[in-house]
């Protein structure tokens, strides 16, 4: 359902595809106002086979399972050689991180009482200050320096300790908080002494690869499950770089890749396993000889909280049954996620051992205060011109457009490529393909404007992006979730498209006004609170009632 009304200007400038520009007026204004020309793209079918003759093509690197990795050689000591092209590759500088504000504004938060510390353990680990002293693995600290990470962030100086010292875990902590390095580097710094004695054989990829005769079972050491396949793509990469010269290989399977390679990767060997449940219980159920869990070491269950609707109860459950045959019982869980629910609770009672710690990094007062915020009164019948008119008015930036629904997100977009500006889209109606494609294009800045519902983006990680527009807000009996997912970090600016159907939202807008200081607009002047205070605490921690948190619980650090 949308309430997505097509204007004049709309119909005007649909419908899309290649050839010349519709309206060359608008082309040309869009070149004089800086923005790069829109590319059209042409995908090749999705089955693999070739493009049409007709088609431009397809010219981008090859699907994300199949990303170089640090190929280790038996021949290398403890610490293989730098490789220069794959360190280059993996640890781009276009690529990483920009430090945003919402970043010093989290490592400052490390002083402030903002962290909740509940842990259900006799012991609760200090946190770590830096990420030398840590007693980490020197290769993967190696890997830390060069990805750019100076410090940890608050979820990470809690986790990397407690997972050190071997607890569960539950983390949670907003989007962009650096959870996929909290759990990722710790697991990784443990194994990494140890891969010889608890990895399963290998063949040495240094002397090619015969599938015939070199093919292994995967006996991951580490599975990492995630709900969508950006997110799984986004992990696997992280641990490319945090794998770099050590011993342990990661790989990625998810679905709508093409599952026969991505099985070809397993059959390499593989230590470190980032999958969606989909394509997990495929191939445990249908591949037996493929893959074995009774290695794991560590499971875990990133944006847990998205997974564990009901109807993925039977699926989560075999997932985390999957490595109880580990001999030794030495397997730890971890969950992760923004928020923490009643089913996480349910799942961490089931099967997270007793003295787990949970860790919640609460909103530090405004995380977003050197955002700009903006909302702005604007007809449904409007939006589109009003985007455009917003687009165009501003000097060119990476910018992201959440719309509610997919029917929007390809109108929006068709309508202001025709209108010569850079843009793309995602949602779920696309193949994978095309939403690795829509995503590399936005993240090389070959299309800096990306339309999305919000449940696609969701979790993703997309640098540097310095404008985000609500083009729609989330409908009131949507999750206020939604509008977190605009809490990207580095955001500069972000712009909210509001009007009379969607009052549902609007305390919650006014709150983020006044949190941040900004102007009220007159259309919300009534709601104003007196004092003018605002009240964050249920923003992530509503659900969070605590009940099993004897010792300690609930204290501020
Ligand atoms: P989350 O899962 O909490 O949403 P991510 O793990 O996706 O967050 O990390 C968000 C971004 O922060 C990523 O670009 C990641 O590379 C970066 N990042 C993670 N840890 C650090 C750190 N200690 N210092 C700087 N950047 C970091
Ligand atoms: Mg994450």
Same mark, same amino acid.
């Given at each position: ?39 059209? $793209? ?11 003759? *007709? ?5 981008? !690197? +090859? ?69 030398? %002293? ?60 140890? =891969? ?21 079972? +995967? ?5 990492? =499950? ?10 696997? @990469? ?26 070809? !990767? ?63 019982? *030495? ?38 205060? %050197? ?65 690795? @494609? ?8 070959? +299309? ?7 449940? $696609? ?17 989330? $409908? ?74 004897? @010792? ?6």
């Amino acid at each position: 359902m949308t309430d997505f009304v097509k204007t004049e200007d709309m119909a005007e400038a649909l419908p899309t595809t290649d050839g010349p520009p519709k309206d060359q007026e608008a082309y040309d204004r869009a070149r004089e106002k800086g923005w790069s020309a829109p590319e059209p $793209s042409n995908y090749p079918a999705e089955n693999g086979t070739e493009a049409q003759s *007709n088609e431009v093509p397809f010219v981008e !690197e +090859a699907w994300m399972h199949s990303a170089q990795k640090y190929e280790w050689s038996e021949e290398f000591g403890d610490v293989g050689p730098k490789i220069t092209e794959l360190e280059a590759q993996l640890f781009n500088p276009d690529l990483k991180p920009v430090k945003g504000n919402l970043f010093e504004k989290q490592v400052s938060s490390l002083n402030l009482t903002s962290i909740k510390v509940i842990a259900e353990a006799v012991e609760r680990p200090a946190p770590i200050r830096d990420f030398d %002293n840590a007693g980490l693995h020197p290769v993967i600290v190696e890997n830390i320096k060069l990805s750019g990470y100076d410090t940890p962030t608050p979820i990470q100086a809690y986790t990397i300790p407690a997972i050190g010292k071997g607890y569960d875990v539950i983390g949670t902590a907003q989007t962009g908080s650096g959870k996929t390095a909290a759990y990722l580097i710790p697991a990784l710094s443990k194994l990494m002494g140890k =891969v010889k004695k608890l990895a399963a054989p290998r063949p040495n990829l240094a002397n090619g690869f015969n599938p015939d005769t070199d093919m292994v079972r +995967a006996e991951p050491l580490i599975l990492v =499950v995630a709900p969508t396949r950006e997110l799984c793509c986004q992990i696997f @990469d992280e641990s490319r770089r945090l794998c770099y010269r050590s011993m342990l290989r990661p790989c990625v399977a998810y679905g709508g890749g093409p599952k026969r390679e991505q099985m070809d !990767e397993l059959r390499k060997g593989c230590d470190i396993l980032v999958a969606t449940p989909g394509r997990l219980i495929d191939f445990m159920s249908n591949h037996p000889n493929l893959l074995s869990l009774n290695r794991l070491r560590f499971t875990i269950i990133d944006e847990a909280d998205e997974m564990l609707h009901d109807d993925w109860e039977k699926e989560m459950s075999k997932i985390m049954a999957g490595g109880d045959t580990n001999e030794d019982g *030495n397997h730890r869980y971890m969950l992760f996620s923004a928020t923490f629910n009643k089913r996480m609770r349910k799942l961490a009672k089931k099967y997270l051992s007793g003295d787990h710690i949970r860790i919640r990094i609460g909103r530090a007062g405004s995380t977003h205060i %050197n955002v700009q915020q903006n909302v702005i009164w604007v007809e449904n019948n409007e939006k589109q011109k009003a985007l455009y008119d917003l687009l165009i008015s501003m000097p060119p930036s990476r910018t992201l457009v959440f719309v509610r629904s997919k029917k929007t997100a390809d109108f929006v977009d068709d309508y202001l490529f025709n209108l010569g500006l850079p843009s793309t889209s995602i949602h779920s109606d696309r193949t994978q393909r095309e939403r690795e @494609d829509a995503i590399r294009a936005f993240k090389s800045g070959r +299309a800096p404007i990306m339309v999305t519902t919000g449940v $696609s983006a969701r979790g993703l990680d997309i640098r540097n992006v310095m404008h985000v527009i609500n083009f729609d807000l989330p $409908s009131i009996d949507y999750d206020a979730k939604m509008s977190r997912t605009a809490r990207i970090g580095n955001v500069g600016l972000a712009t909210s498209f509001y009007n009379d159907k969607d009052e549902g939202m609007a305390d919650y807008l006014v709150k983020i006004l006044l949190e941040t200081g900004q102007p009220i607009p007159d259309f919300f002047a009534e709601r104003v609170p007196e004092d003018k205070k605002v009240d964050f605490e249920d923003d992530s921690g509503a659900e969070d009632d605590d009940e099993g948190a004897q @010792d300690g619980g609930g204290d501020s650090w």
